[in-house]
C-alpha cells in the first residue's frame, strides 16, 4: 500500500512539473511573438493596439474558460460559436421588444446557460457522445438563430446597448480648443475587465472547490471516480452547462461591441476556443488544464491575429498558421502523455 501511494505521488509530482512545463513554454512562445512583431511594426506596442489585442483577446478567452472546463472532463463543446449567435440574438430580440438592457442580455446568458445544459442532458442521459451531442447543438443553435431573424441583423437597439463592449474604467476626455472630444487616456476596456473575473472565479473554483475537484478527477478515471462517490452526470451537467452561460455571456459582449445583433457571427469560435485551452496546456484525454494556461492560449492566438493584421496577411494565411500552432500543441501533449 505505501509502495502504491508513493508511486501515485511521484505521478503527481511528474504531472505538475510537465504541466508547469507546458505553461512556461506557452509564454515564452507568447512573449516571442511580442519581440517579433514589435520589431516588424513600431505600432504594434501601442497602447491603442494593445487595447485592440485586448477586446479581440476577451471573447476567445470567455469562450476558451467554458471551453476548458469541458476539455478537462474528457469531453468538448462544438456548439459554443453557434450558442454565442443565438445568445446575442435572443438579447436583441429582447430589447427590440422593449426590455431593459441589463435584464435582456442576463436572458441571453441564460440561453446559453439552458443550451450548454441540454448538452449535459444529452451526453449523460442519452449517452451520445461529446463530439456528435455539441454538434448537433451546434446546427440547432445557428438555425434556431437564423430563423428568428431571418438571417438579417438587427440594428438600432439603443446607445445603452453598446456600453459593455466599448465602454472602459477609468477613460478620461476632455474637450478639445477645437469643441471635440480628445481621449487623454482610453480606459481599461469592460471586456477585459470582465475576462479577467471570470478567469479568476472559474480558476478558484476549479483549484479551491468540491466541484473543481470532481471536475478533474471525471476526466482523469471516470470510473474511479465513480466509485469514490462523485456524481459524474452531475459533474458533467455543470461543466456543459457553463460552458454555454460563458458563450452566452461572449455573445452578448460581441453584439454589444458591435452595436448590431449579428446571427451570423461566432462561426469557427469554438475551434479558437479549444485551440487557447490546448494550447495553455488543457489535455484532449481529460484531467489536465487549467485557467491561466487558457488565457496564455488566448492571448497567444490574439497576438498572432493582430501581428499578422498590421503585417498585412490574409484571414486565409493565419487560419494555416495557427492551424500548424494548434497541431504542434496537440502533439506536445501527446508526448507529455506518452511520458
Same mark, same amino acid.
Request: hydrophobic share 55%; glycine share 14%.
Given at each position: 500500500?505505501?509502495?502504491?501511494?508513493?508511486?501515485?505521488?511521484?505521478?503527481?509530482?511528474?504531472?505538475?512539473?510537465?504541466?508547469?512545463?507546458?505553461?512556461?513554454?506557452?509564454?515564452?512562445?507568447?512573449?516571442?511573438? =511580442?519581440?517579433?512583431?514589435?520589431?516588424?511594426?513600431?505600432?504594434?506596442l501601442s497602447v491603442n493596439n494593445g487595447l485592440t489585442i485586448l477586446l479581440q483577446t476577451a471573447i476567445i478567452g470567455l469562450l476558451g474558460i467554458?471551453?476548458?472546463?469541458?476539455?478537462?472532463?474528457?469531453?468538448?463543446?462544438?456548439?459554443?460559436?453557434?450558442?454565442?449567435?443565438?445568445?446575442?440574438?435572443?438579447?436583441?430580440?429582447? +430589447?427590440?421588444?422593449?426590455?431593459?438592457?441589463?435584464?435582456?442580455?442576463?436572458?441571453?446568458? &441564460?440561453?446559453?446557460?439552458?443550451?450548454?445544459?441540454?448538452?449535459?442532458?444529452?451526453?449523460?442521459?442519452?449517452?451520445?457522445?461529446?463530439?456528435?451531442?455539441?454538434?448537433?447543438?451546434?446546427?440547432?443553435?445557428?438555425?434556431?438563430?437564423?430563423?428568428?431573424?431571418?438571417?438579417?441583423?438587427?440594428?438600432?437597439?439603443?446607445?445603452?446597448?453598446?456600453?459593455?463592449?466599448?465602454?472602459?474604467?477609468?477613460?478620461? &476626455?476632455?474637450?478639445?480648443?477645437?469643441?471635440?472630444?480628445?481621449? +487623454?487616456?482610453?480606459?481599461?476596456?469592460?471586456?477585459?475587465?470582465?475576462?479577467?473575473?471570470?478567469?479568476?472565479?472559474?480558476?478558484?473554483?476549479?483549484?479551491?472547490?468540491?466541484?473543481?475537484?470532481?471536475?478533474?478527477?471525471?476526466?482523469?478515471?471516470?470510473?474511479?471516480?465513480?466509485?469514490?462517490?462523485?456524481?459524474?452526470?452531475?459533474?458533467?451537467?455543470?461543466?456543459?452547462?457553463?460552458?454555454?452561460?460563458?458563450?452566452?455571456?461572449?455573445?452578448?459582449?460581441?453584439?454589444?461591441?458591435? +452595436?448590431?445583433?449579428?446571427?451570423?457571427?461566432?462561426?469557427?469560435?469554438?475551434?479558437?476556443?479549444?485551440?487557447?485551452?490546448?494550447?495553455?496546456?488543457?489535455?484532449?484525454?481529460?484531467?489536465?488544464?487549467?485557467?491561466?494556461?487558457?488565457? =496564455?492560449?488566448?492571448?497567444?492566438?490574439?497576438?498572432?491575429?493582430?501581428?499578422?493584421?498590421?503585417?498585412?496577411?490574409?484571414?486565409? +494565411?493565419?487560419?494555416?498558421?495557427?492551424?500548424? &500552432?494548434?497541431?504542434?500543441?496537440?502533439?506536445?501533449?501527446? &508526448?507529455?502523455?506518452?511520458?
Open positions: 500500500m505505501a509502495l502504491i501511494k508513493r508511486n501515485e505521488a511521484g505521478k503527481l509530482r511528474l504531472a505538475i512539473s510537465a504541466g508547469m512545463f507546458h505553461k512556461l513554454s506557452a509564454l515564452l512562445t507568447l512573449l516571442i511573438l =511580442i519581440i517579433i512583431f514589435s520589431f516588424g511594426n513600431s505600432a504594434f467554458g471551453m476548458t472546463m469541458v476539455i478537462i472532463t474528457g469531453g468538448i463543446d462544438l456548439s459554443v460559436g453557434s450558442v454565442l449567435a443565438l445568445s446575442g440574438t435572443i438579447t436583441g430580440l429582447m +430589447i427590440k421588444a422593449g426590455m431593459p438592457v441589463v435584464p435582456a442580455m442576463f436572458f441571453g446568458v &441564460v440561453t446559453g446557460a439552458l443550451c450548454g445544459l441540454f448538452n449535459g442532458f444529452v451526453i449523460t442521459k442519452m449517452r451520445i457522445t461529446p463530439f456528435v451531442a455539441t454538434l448537433g447543438m451546434m446546427l440547432i443553435a445557428r438555425g434556431v438563430a437564423l430563423q428568428l431573424t431571418g438571417a438579417a441583423p438587427i440594428s438600432q437597439l439603443g446607445e445603452g446597448f453598446g456600453v459593455l463592449g466599448n465602454g472602459a474604467l477609468f477613460r478620461v &476626455v476632455e474637450m478639445g480648443s477645437n469643441g471635440f472630444p480628445k481621449v +487623454i487616456f482610453p480606459g481599461i476596456p469592460y471586456p477585459a475587465i470582465l475576462l479577467i473575473f471570470m478567469a479568476v472565479c472559474v480558476a478558484y473554483v476549479l483549484n479551491r472547490r468540491q466541484i473543481g475537484r470532481h471536475i478533474y478527477s471525471v476526466g482523469s478515471n471516470e470510473e474511479a471516480a465513480r466509485l469514490s462517490g462523485v456524481k459524474v452526470h452531475r459533474t458533467k451537467m455543470i461543466a456543459y452547462t457553463f460552458s454555454g452561460a460563458l458563450a452566452g455571456l461572449s455573445g452578448v459582449v460581441l453584439m454589444s461591441r458591435l +452595436i448590431t445583433v449579428q446571427p451570423n457571427e461566432g462561426v469557427m469560435y469554438e475551434l479558437d476556443a479549444i485551440a487557447a485551452a490546448v494550447i495553455g496546456g488543457a489535455s484532449l484525454m481529460g484531467g489536465v488544464g487549467n485557467i491561466s494556461g487558457t488565457m =496564455i492560449g488566448a492571448f497567444i492566438i490574439g497576438v498572432l491575429r493582430n501581428g499578422l493584421n498590421m503585417a498585412g496577411t490574409s484571414s486565409f +494565411i493565419q487560419q494555416i498558421v495557427i492551424g500548424f &500552432v494548434v497541431i504542434l500543441a496537440v502533439y506536445i501533449d501527446q &508526448v507529455r502523455n506518452r511520458r
